[in-house]
């Protein structure tokens, strides 16, 4: 009877032994599950801010990447691209606090970085860009300790059209023949092409045609037609060319030139001792006398 309090005891002792690990186990797996908890609320508090820029052929863009909402610790900021020069994702710049900005797979000194790292700002500018840079861009956000946090920029390019305009040798005649060319060439969007003709409305008409070309961009023309009459000879008529990558409408102007040889030929006295000789022609006749 004497042992009975000693193995009491010693079940007494495995208990409060058991309940101590399952005690100090039920705090490890709280700890763990607040700090996920706290990670993903930083997590879904922090924002990348991008954008959707649009910008013409030529000029500088902008390229804006900015975190804000967070106190977590930024170790890198990384670009990415997919573009029409690269078309595979390529990482071509990174920017830490030890480093600042560097190239990576090849130096492109068009681009410079116009954030800061301290104010965890990454936004860079490329300049004289062209359709080779036009695709996706990716900003990467490395925080200690929830890692990776991106938003995608895609740029756009508007590529204005090369304009001219260009007369026909329009001959005097009764059949309807082309009078002008106008040409908007090369642009992104296709450009629109009008004609203003004033009092010619009822006597002339426009045609439009367009050639798409490998690039993305399009060359629009517009032919004038009409026939070549007296009537609408010396009249001037505007070509006006629209497109979202000029800063205002293009307008060209064009004289319209019907050809045709001296139509008559009137000689009369001037003066006692003086004569005229008069034609209409187009181009201007040139007069020789003879006695």
């Known amino acids: 009877m004497e042992a009975l309090p000693v193995f009491v005891s010693l079940r007494s002792n495995f208990y409060e032994r058991s309940s101590s690990r399952q005690v100090s186990g039920c705090t490890r797996l709280t700890l763990l599950f607040v700090l996920i908890f706290n990670l993903s609320r930083c997590s879904s508090a922090l924002r990348v801010i991008g954008g959707n820029i649009t910008e013409v052929q030529g000029e500088t863009v902008v390229l804006p990447c900015k975190l804000i909402d967070t106190t977590e610790t930024l170790t890198q900021i990384s670009w990415q691209r997919m573009t029409r020069g690269k078309p595979q994702n390529d990482n071509f710049y990174t920017i830490t606090s030890q480093n600042g900005p560097q190239f990576v797979n ?164 001037k003066s006692k001792d003086s004569f005229r000789c008069v034609t209409e022609a187009n181009p201007s006749a040139n007069f020789t006398w003879r006695r």
């Not at 970085?113 to 104010?119: A, P, V, Y």
């Not at 004289?128 to 929830?146: A, H, K, M, Q």
């Not at 995608?152 to 204005?160: A, F, G, T």
Request: hydrophobic share 35%; glycine share 8%.
């Open 106 to 269: 090849g130096r492109d000194d068009r681009f410079q970085i116009i954030g800061n790292f301290s104010d965890k700002n990454g936004s860079i500018q490329l300049s004289n860009v062209t359709l080779l840079d036009e695709g996706v861009y990716t900003c990467i956000f490395t925080l200690f300790p929830s890692g990776n946090h991106e938003t995608k920029i895609p740029l756009n390019l508007l590529v204005p059209p090369v304009t001219s305009l260009s007369h026909n040798h329009a001959v005097l005649g009764n059949e309807e023949v082309s009078l002008a060319t106008c040409t908007a060439a090369g642009s992104r969007p296709p450009a629109e092409v009008r004609w203003l003709t004033g009092t010619l409305a009822e006597k002339v008409r426009a045609t439009d045609s367009s050639t798409q070309h490998s690039n993305g961009t399009t060359t629009t023309v517009s032919s004038l037609f009409g026939v070549p009459t007296k009537e609408i000879n010396q009249h001037v008529v505007q070509c006006v060319v629209t497109n979202p990558a000029l800063s205002k409408e293009e307008t060209m102007s064009f004289t319209i030139q019907v050809y045709f040889s001296p139509m008559g030929v009137y000689i009369g006295e």
